[in-house]
């Protein structure tokens, strides 16, 4: 690249249909509760992580929704499950399993891939 | 449905375009990168259709490219449009038809401008007066060159040679048109069928025998975006822009893309070379790059001039297959000749070729 | 009592209203543009929030204007409208000169038209069309696309028309979202396995039982939300629509594939009232719909006396509030009959 | 010699079972861990082999706990067990005495009748005779009863009963067979030869007057045999191998074996000696407040014997223990619910080999490695010095009256204090246990430690029942761990605060956490026995009812959470207490929309009813008189 100067760098748009949702679809076979949230934001208000980290469980949601897993896949590390999300969620989404299951899945399929 | 949908459109989006005694403005890069385009202009009017069309050698660039680099200030460049104006006028000359696209965009902004703020009109009056002493009216038409190729796209399919169909398959070619952002984006109301589906260079396509593509990005920048372009290491951004804008075309196999615009046609030109040398990505069919052609250039194709007069060989994507598809003769040997038969030295990394 | 009213429109608040009146013994002339009375009702298939048929809602209307003190002229519209002293004088299309003692205009709202938003292809791409074309589409029970396919995914748009200086419309038209969900919820009755998606710039569920129906919607029939205005639509090389959209909770652009899209197209102050209020010299407000004397206690009169308006010509509304609105409208024509046309 | 062929089903049941349960018990020694195995040798020669006597004789013959509970789902238990017992023990020495010679072989015992058809005809014998049948009428009735069971739970007082697979339906059947065609056999034999007691007796020459009897006899007593055969060799396929089993468990437990935190031979013992009574079924409140009935602990008891997944099983439960409360058999059940967390996909799955006779592990786990947390972002935090410590616990931080209630305790109190986790806390890591992630449970358990050591404080006092359980159990300092009850307890018997008597009922509500989970009952019941009156309610201490809003359960929707929050709320405020005082910040907050009753927090009412500091210049003889006095109570 040195020979221009400059590179050619990635659209930052998402592309719904060529991003892969396997991983929401497995949450929500088991938690449907996800399709309630409105993303207020609440649970990253309250997060006791996101208290420390740019961890925003509203973000998660939307993100695991469009099929972009890849952040999903690093920040959700940090979730210590502690469920006062859970608590001051005003539509009752059930975000600690759906942290639980986000976890899981990404575990089962990186697995299934090795 | 579509068809009679745009119709309806363009209909509403129709502009005067002056018929006879033009007063010729340039465009400051095709002049340097795409030198058949004027050419073929000024022949084409003056000998072809007999038009008056005058040029005055003290006529500037409008700094446009300038003013978009964030360089010009806004009452400069006015006094600088104003003084155009005011030539215009010392030849006594009303109609205006400008060549490219960027200034044509400076001057709707600017006529709209002085519209809305007369003070502003007034401000430069006085600018220009103090500088030059000169004296300036408003055109009374105002039209941008391909705006009056597109008033007389059928004298010229009259006149035609080659159509814009695969002499093979008997297939029209498929035309992907490109309109560059300041013809009609800023003010629908001056581009030829508006802003969303503009008419100006898919009306010739379709008059010329070829057949116009539509496609998602259709609408989008070509990439030059001025200040993206002209800080070195900004340029990726309108190097992406550009691929976005090919990958999303590539799909229909577009024969060529026909640009209205100087800023565009050198870029979706040029940067098709750049990312095929970055990472071997090609657009077009069968692993070909995408002729990128001025509408000058495509109408003389048409009426059969000799491409190498057109200056087709100074494009970095060179343009025989599109030759080939059209059947039209041309000569291997003249390609970098000069008029008297000197031999030019032969560019480097030509696609196509 | 005694007195006669003209009321201009045949829809919803005008039914309304020229019932209530023709039971407090009024004479009334209802004149109505259209061969039938109804107004947009008639092309509704179901209301929200309860989903019940609209029909119904429009038998209830027959009965109240089949009334001997009621004089319908369909096919008909105001041509001129004129005070002299305390009377109005009214001149109709097909040449009726009509006298009463007030004047009640119903001239509603017209959809806005969706063309205007360009962008958007209506009327350029097959498979875009606005609300109405899909309450049709229900009405008919042919819920297809231009190749008699059936759609797989479906984009709907809020806000065509509304909320967009673009257009001059800076008011909310107020009813698109819920339509929005209703419409989506219907769309996945229909065809349950389609997916079903909805552009919004603010879910605005203001009305009784509309949250509600927000929630069944994402509950029970798993509808997605996307916050972000739709910028622009294309089709793609398999002729499928692209829609180009800011996810903006996701702070990222987003495009998507869609077989159909449907345009929430918004309301608008309808070309009849609007030539009455020129030819009445009638305040319009800057949504251009009918500016009321007063916004609190004033709602249905107008800056002529005598002269009153009820429903969407005011101001966008539901049919629930369209119908209050028409009873308020005969409560003031009465107090001002009453009263001696003060 | 005394023989027939018929014996032979019955001889082969027998001795395979005898040398199967050896084999068994051989695999599951050497499988032991070692201090394990060492615990078992000692118990089984100390004391614990005494108590262990004695248990047996009580749980699996007598069956008392089931009796406690539930009387006629006892009967059916002990008749069944303690009867056939009986039977055995009488039958040896009846063949013993009464046989033609000594030490017999099993067979003659069981058979005794068949090899013996005249014996019952002296007095003695006869009597003899009256306490067999007696016997054999003690455990049809049972019998009868489980019969009844199977077709309506109700008749033996259960609301659910578990569910069978095909081959328990066989061994069942063969298990049912086996009494009656006893009591035919004899019966018809006794006909014939006129012998028999008021039941075999009568009921024999009763058939014997229209049936050729001695004819009839014989295929019956083959029926006997095959079905008590049958029974034996399929008994450790089904859930019968309880039986057996318990024995092993009892000895076990009195050795001090405890289920620990992973698979082992002890959590399978204790897995093949649940019963299936179903007693953890009606326990639940999953079941009679939100009407599931899958995931109690008799089903995931089932779903490990049956290698089943036990996925939803194991997440979808409160973990509030009461099943492990009343489990008659005494099985460890939330720690074993625990164990399948902790596997989550890298199981230990048993395969069975030899049609399920023997199983043996095989991991057929998925690496949990790849993906783990981090909390490497946690800054490093310096806490002042302090004596003591609060910490409030993420759940309190949602409920700020608690918090304030707290921190106007301890000002009161005047020891030197600090609030750990006032800005910025982090979670204690027990909702991460309870999910069973404990590896990124440790992270945090390590951060939290380093800022209390740091503090040097020799208290640490928390509000949340959750944090406590984990700070007490998982944390290794050497600070003092108190549950804020507890500490206002040491507070008013010190005498560092004193109390007003409010005139006002409560009831209290006892946390899982706090309560089975952690022992603690009676602090907060005194401390609000001190300043209220305090009013009992159905459910108390072991009894206490969970509230619904646990950690423990990460599946449970929040309607069903709501279902279970209301019930409760309903029965703890039968009496319209003023107070429904819990001491729990997640329980306050789940119960307190659940009722129209006021719920607070056991420091929330302390708060209400401390006398602060300055009142106590303004009157200092308020210092000697007590709460009670003070409040003109005698």
């Known amino acids: 690249m040195e020979k221009f100067g400059f590179t050619l760098s990635k659209a930052r748009v998402i592309d719904y249909d060529a991003n892969d949702r396997s991983v929401v679809d497995y949450i929500l076979k088991r938690e449907p509760s996800l399709n309630l949230c409105i993303e207020c934001g609440c649970c990253s208000a309250t997060c006791t992580t996101g208290n420390f980290t740019g961890f925003s469980l509203r973000e998660m949601n939307i993100l695991l929704k469009r099929g972009e897993n890849e952040q999903v896949r690093k920040k959700i590390r940090t979730c210590m499950l502690c469920g006062k999300c859970s608590l001051v969620c005003p539509r009752g989404v059930n975000t600690r399993n759906i942290v639980f299951l986000a976890k899981q899945a990404f575990q089962k399929f990186d697995s299934h891939a090795v | 449905m579509e068809n009679e949908g745009k119709k309806k459109i363009w209909s509403e989006y129709q502009k005067e375009i002056a018929d006879d005694h033009f007063f010729y403005v340039r465009s400051c890069i095709r002049q340097s990168f795409y030198p058949g385009s004027e050419q073929f202009f000024l022949d084409f009017m003056r000998n072809v259709l007999g038009k008056d069309v005058f040029e005055n050698p003290s006529h500037t660039t409008c700094t446009g490219i300038g003013y978009h680099g964030d360089i010009v200030p806004f009452s400069t460049i006015m006094t600088v449009v104003a003084r155009h104006f005011a030539l215009m006028k010392e030849s006594g000359y009303k109609n205006i038809a400008i060549s490219c696209v960027t200034s044509f965009g400076i001057y709707t902004e600017i006529l709209e401008t002085w519209k809305h703020f007369p003070e502003e009109l007034e401000k430069t009056r006085e600018y220009l007066y103090k500088a030059t002493g000169r004296e300036f009216d408003i055109p009374e038409n105002m039209a941008h060159t391909s705006d009056i190729i597109y008033k007389f796209r059928n004298e010229i399919a009259a006149k035609s040679k080659n159509l814009l169909i695969n002499k093979k398959t008997g297939e029209p070619l498929r035309v992907v048109e490109h309109i560059g952002c300041h013809y009609a984006k800023m003010f629908p109301k001056f581009g030829v069928g508006g802003a969303e589906f503009p008419n100006v260079l898919s009306g010739m396509a379709e008059a010329w025998g070829g057949e116009v593509v539509d496609y998602p990005e259709r609408r989008h920048c070509c990439g030059f975006g001025f200040r993206q372009y002209l800080i070195q290491a900004n340029r990726g951004y309108s190097l992406s822009n550009t691929a976005k804008k090919f990958s999303s075309m590539k799909p229909f196999k577009p024969d060529l893309v026909l640009t209205n615009c100087p800023g565009c046609n050198m870029f979706m030109d040029k940067w098709q070379y750049t990312i095929k040398d970055m990472e071997g990505t090609t657009y077009g069919a069968d692993g070909e790059s995408i002729p990128v052609l001025t509408y000058e250039e495509l109408a003389g194709l048409v009426m059969g001039y000799n491409p190498w007069d057109l200056g087709l060989q100074f494009h970095m994507v060179q343009s025989e297959p599109l030759l080939r598809k059209m059947g039209i003769e041309y000569n291997r040997e003249d390609k970098f000749k000069t008029k008297d038969g000197r031999q030019m030295p032969v560019p480097k990394n030509l696609i196509n070729a | 009592m005694t007195g006669t009213v003209v009321v201009v429109g045949g829809g919803t608040a005008g039914m309304e209203a020229a019932g209530q009146l023709a039971k407090a013994g009024l004479s009334v002339t209802v004149i109505e543009k259209e061969k039938e009375m109804g107004g947009h009702l008639k092309e509704w298939y179901h209301l929200f929030p309860d989903r019940r048929s609209s029909s119904e809602v429009i038998d209830y209307l027959m009965d109240l204007v089949v009334h001997e003190n009621i004089k319908l002229l369909t096919g008909d519209s105001v041509s001129g409208l004129h005070k002299k002293g305390s009377e109005f004088v009214l001149n109709t299309v097909n040449g009726e000169v009509i006298h009463a003692d007030t004047v009640l205009l119903a001239t509603g709202f017209d959809l806005f038209k969706s063309e205007r938003k360009e962008e958007y292809g209506y009327g350029i791409y097959d498979n875009v069309i606005t609300s109405a074309d899909l309450e049709k589409m229900f009405r008919s029970k042919e819920l297809k696309l231009i190749n008699g396919k059936k759609p797989e995914k479906i984009g709907i748009v809020h806000c065509v028309g509304s909320r967009d200086e673009k257009v001059g419309n800076l008011y909310c038209s107020k009813l698109c979202c819920v339509t929005a969900v209703k419409q989506a919820i219907e769309l996945k009755e229909t065809l349950s396995d389609c997916k079903v998606f909805c552009f919004y710039m603010d879910m605005r569920m203001g009305g009784a039982l509309y949250e509600e129906l927000y929630r069944e919607s994402q509950e029970k029939y798993g509808i997605g939300f996307i916050r972000g205005k739709v910028s622009e639509v294309g089709v793609n090389i398999s002729n499928k629509l692209v829609v180009k959209v800011e996810d903006t909770l996701a702070g990222r652009p987003l495009k998507m594939e869609l077989d159909m899209l449907v345009l929430m197209a918004g309301m608008e102050m309808s070309d009849g009232g609007a030539k009455l209020a020129e030819a009445g010299k009638l305040n319009i407000g800057e949504n251009r719909f009918f500016a009321p004397a007063d916004h609190h206690f004033g709602s249905n009169k107008s800056n002529v006396k005598g002269l009153f308006f009820a429903g969407t010509c005011a101001a966008p509304m539901n049919v629930t509030e369209t119908i209050s609105h028409a009873r308020g409208a005969v409560t003031d024509i009465i107090n001002y009959l009453n009263g001696s046309k003060k | ?536 309610t159905d459910y108390e201490d072991e009894n206490s009812l969970c509230c619904g809003g646990s950690l423990g359960n990460i599946m449970l929707s929040q309607e069903n959470k709501r279902r279970i929050a209301a019930d409760v709320a309903a029965e703890l405020t039968r009496k319209n207490p003023d107070y429904l005082v819990t001491a729990c910040p997640l329980c306050k907050k789940t119960l307190a929309p659940a009722t129209q009753s006021k719920v607070i927090d056991i420091s929330e009412i302390v708060a209400e009813a401390i006398v602060t500091t300055s009142t106590l210049k303004k009157n200092p003889e308020r210092l000697r008189k007590t709460v009670k006095e003070s409040a003109g109570i005698t």
């Open chain 4, 1 to 536: 010699m005394q023989f027939d062929p018929f014996v032979i089903p019955f001889n082969i049941g027998l001795y395979f079972i005898l040398i199967y349960a050896v084999a068994r018990s051989i695999i599951w020694f050497r499988e032991l861990s070692r201090p394990d195995k060492l615990r078992l040798q000692r118990g089984f020669f100390g004391k614990a082999f005494g108590q262990s006597l004695k248990e047996i004789f009580l749980e699996s013959l007598i069956h008392r706990k089931i009796l406690k509970t539930n009387l006629r789902l006892g009967y059916m238990h002990m008749s069944l067990a303690f009867g056939w017992f009986l039977l055995i023990l009488f039958g040896t020495i009846e063949a013993d005495i009464f046989g033609k010679s000594h030490l017999n072989a099993p067979y003659k015992a069981i058979f005794f009748k068949f090899f013996n058809p005249d014996h019952g005809k002296t007095l003695f014998e006869a009597g003899y005779s009256f306490l067999m049948d007696l016997i054999l009428a003690f455990i049809l009735s049972g019998l009868l009863l489980a019969v009844f069971k199977r077709f309506s739970s109700k008749a033996v007082g259960m609301k659910k009963t578990t569910r069978l697979k095909p081959l328990d339906k066989v061994a069942l059947t063969s298990l049912w067979l086996i009494f009656p065609s006893r009591l035919i056999a004899e019966s018809l034999t006794s006909g014939a030869y006129g012998t028999g007691s008021f039941l075999t007796g009568t009921l024999g020459s009763w058939l014997a007057s229209f049936l050729p009897a001695n004819e009839l006899a014989y295929p019956f007593w083959w029926l006997y045999s095959l079905s008590l055969g049958t029974f034996f060799v399929l008994l450790p396929l089904t859930r019968y191998l309880h039986i057996p089993t318990e024995l092993f468990l009892i000895f076990m437990r009195n050795s001090g074996i405890k289920t620990g935190d992973k698979a082992s031979t002890f959590s399978e013992v204790e897995v093949h000696s649940c019963s299936s009574c179903g007693i953890c079924i009606d326990q639940c409140q999953m079941s009679f407040s939100a009407g599931i009935n899958n995931m109690q602990s008799a089903y995931l008891m089932k779903a490990i014997r049956n290698n089943a997944d036990t996925y939803d099983i194991a997440n979808n439960c409160l973990l509030c223990g009461r099943c492990d409360q009343i489990c008659p058999v005494g099985i460890e059940l939330s720690p074993i619910r625990m164990i399948q967390r902790r596997a989550g996909d890298s199981e230990i799955k048993y395969m069975n080999t030899w049609k399920g006779y023997f199983r043996n592990k095989q991991n057929l786990s998925v690496p949990k490695q790849n993906f783990k947390n981090s909390y490497d972002f946690l800054p490093v935090s310096n806490p002042g010095k302090a004596d003591v410590l609060y910490f409030a616990g993420c759940m309190t931080h949602l409920t700020p009256s608690i918090k304030n209630a707290m921190t106007m305790i301890l000002n009161t109190s005047g020891l030197n204090w600090s609030f750990i986790d006032e800005k910025a806390g982090v979670c204690c890591g027990r909702p991460l246990m309870l999910a069973g992630q404990d590896k990124e449970a440790r992270e945090l358990i390590n951060y939290n430690s380093q800022i209390i050591w740091k503090s040097g404080a020799h208290t640490l006092v928390t509000s949340c029942p959750i944090c406590y359980k984990v700070f007490k159990e998982s944390y290794y300092l050497d600070v003092e761990v108190l549950h804020h009850s507890q500490f206002i307890k040491n507070l008013i018997d010190d005498g560092s605060v004193k109390m007003n008597f409010l005139h006002k009922s409560v009831t209290y509500h006892t946390p899982c956490e706090l309560g089975r989970n952690s022992g603690v009952y009676d602090e907060p019941k005194e401390v609000l026995r001190h300043i209220a009156n305090l009013e009992t």
